[in-house]
């Protein structure tokens, strides 16, 4: 912990001696040094240090994004905008511009800093974001260090790239904490590394022709051509230098040898990337000389995908047996005889779909073995399924409750009996679902699928028990109580229209079920918080903390006739495709297995009207104003786009902001149909579009409200 306070206040300091240069426009900054080449490309306009507001071009108050909140929004957000896609994005040096900006700056302290207490505190949706901006801050400009001339190896800039390198690679052991973050850590550096970081005169003269930029693009010109003589293109560079070798071996060296048995064979390869291939890149040599030997199997099967035997186990009748034992003391052959972790290695690597059930089963209850290291053909096993749920993780034992059901653990009898009273326990104990850190949105998910039946992908059928979903449904409810709470007033605005009764894409909750299980988080968690409506006119809805999602989901029910034709329209779709087994005739089976497995839909219709909904984001900031009521977060769920283009509804946040006196009020739009609209200024730290639908979205909410993001 010294040396690592040590490292970053170095950093911090060579931070601010660039960021001191930057400033006075230094000349032995921007002319000195061939690799500060984008120095010369920041904007013009300084990133803002503090949270303050300012005016856009319409000159209406907004509130300024800092550099902490830019930060903040790619780690928890993987985007740097305001908009946050709940579906998976392939992250590319593009949406890296405002990070490379801030590291120009001398602002890598700040990145680095904010990454390890994002990472450490798990408020992060995107890891791969983390691991990209970890990456980034690894090897970002590696290639203009790796040909700077040695006369200019003390320059400021190129002190501070090398601790920021430093630190950064020091961080890898705390962020990657599995084998799969550290291959797409590596597949990042490579895409880092890649990236020319010096920007050649083409790619200069296309920035600097924006007006404003003239002044800058003619010393740029006569820079290069002074230069011209002296400086070589910058090559791109491999990755695989010192530092990063030596960061990979610490990844490896740092583990026991049991934890790195697990890693080696619970993740083999990911994104491209192997055991094999770090290993034969990095050749980690273990500095414990006793474990030495216990090292060496482990990376032996990861890099031959098999065991060798053991040194003191080696056939006598081999020619060079004896000499092999010789390279080692006895203090290294007793530690292979103990060693659990070579025992663990072994025993998986033994397991084949060939190995006897009554093996498998030992193997599950003596090394703790997960559903996912046995082979697939025993995951059929009835026999199997009761040794694996007995030490069965929450999260783990919730998303495979169907395949459970499937193979016959729940079938009732007396003697599997005890294995229903043995989930429905874990399923309704407080202390578990806060251990697993399960959202209610997770648990409403599984208990639909669950109810339905059947699965959207695979070819399982099951009838649901009564008591497996009651126990979600408890657990559903529980999981609210541990949700963290805001002190801020809330108008919650759900889109009643038609449209709001059809399955997100992707999931098996309708658009209104999702939204009414959001609405109740909120209503659970702030310190008041007022539900409206908008289609054809708004209206307010009776919602409470104490309500129920029947009670909820029923009061947003549109005009029955409406509903009745949508659903006909659907089973004959469903016909038409073949669609029985999965549509109303088996597939949905709401209300078969529990108390409220899907809210019915068409108990209490409102005054609401089917047909085109005005789903403007200025109506619920418009009917604020108006009524005069007091809110600190505006909160629209709708499954389309907003038919009210961005400016206005800007313009009303800007309005309502100004009227009421709340200068920091937000907005939130959560779009769950994923589509590409947005109406949030990404300069405006109090609006954010939530594009798509998935269970970080509550956390993601929260941390927004309470300006983590």
Known sequence: QVLLTMASSSLSAAGDVVAAMIEKKDASLLEDAPGCWLVKLLPDEKLPKGETTKKNSEGYATLAVSDENRIRRFL??????????????????????????????????????????????????????ILLALALCSRFGVSALSSAP??????????????MHKEATGLVNTICRTATHLFSYVAYCEMVSADIIVTHEEEVEKRHEEPGHQARKRKTREMQEKKKKAEEPVRKSTGWGRVMRKCIQNWYLSKTPEELAVAVTKYRSRNGWSHKDLLRLSHPIPRNDQQRIVFEHIFYYATKGECQPRKRLF???????????????????????????L???????SLSPYTPEEEIIWSIRHFRLTWEMIPSKHLNSLEVWKAIVERMPMLAMIRNLAKMQNVGLFKGEKKEGDKIAHVVALLTNLEAIKKARIHPIQILLAKTVYDSGCGDRGGLVWTPKPE?????????????????????????????????????????????????????????????AECITFCNKTEILPFTAESKLAEITDNMTINPAAEAAREAREFQCGMMRGGMSRGRGRGRGRGRGGAVAVPELGHRPTSLAAGKSDTSGALPMTWATRSGRKFDVFLIFTDNDLNGEGPTTTRALANYRRQSGIEDAKLIVVS??????????????????????????????????????
Not at 476 to 493: N, V
Not at 682 to 690: A, S
Request: charged share 25%.
């Open 150 to 163: 040695a006369d200019l190896s003390a320059h400021p800039f190129y002190v501070y790239l090398r601790e």
């Open 343 to 349: 025992l663990y290695l072994e025993r998986v690597s």
């Open 468 to 528: 497996l979903s009651a126990a979600l449904e408890k657990a559903f409810y529980l999981a609210f109580s541990l949700m963290p709470k805001t002190e801020k007033r809330f108008c919650i605005a759900l889109d009643c229209s038609a449209s709001m009764c059809s399955k997100l894409s992707g999931s098996v909750l309708t658009g209104r079920i999702a939204s009414a299980a959001m609405a109740m988080n909120i209503l659970k968690t702030a310190d008041s």
């Open 672 to 709: 769950m149909s994923a589509t590409g609209a947005t109406i949030a200024n990404p300069e405006d730290r109090g609006m954010m579009d939530i594009a798509g639908f998935d269970p970080s979205i509550p956390q993601i909410i929260h941390d927004f409200v309470m300006g983590n993001i």
């Open 76 to 129: 928890i957000l993987g985007a740097t905008g305001g908009t946050f896609y709940a579906k998976e994005q392939k992250l590319t040096m593009e949406n890296l511009q405002a990070l490379k900006e801030i590291i120009i700056r001398g602002g890598a302290y700040l990145i680095l800093e904010t990454l390890r207490e994002v990472s450490l505190s798990g408020k992060s949706q995107k890891q791969e974001a």
């Open 315 to 341: 056939p006598e009748e081999t020619c060079w047996a004896e000499t092999v034992r010789m390279k080692y003391t006895e203090e290294q052959l007793v530690e292979e005889d103990k060693s659990e972790g």
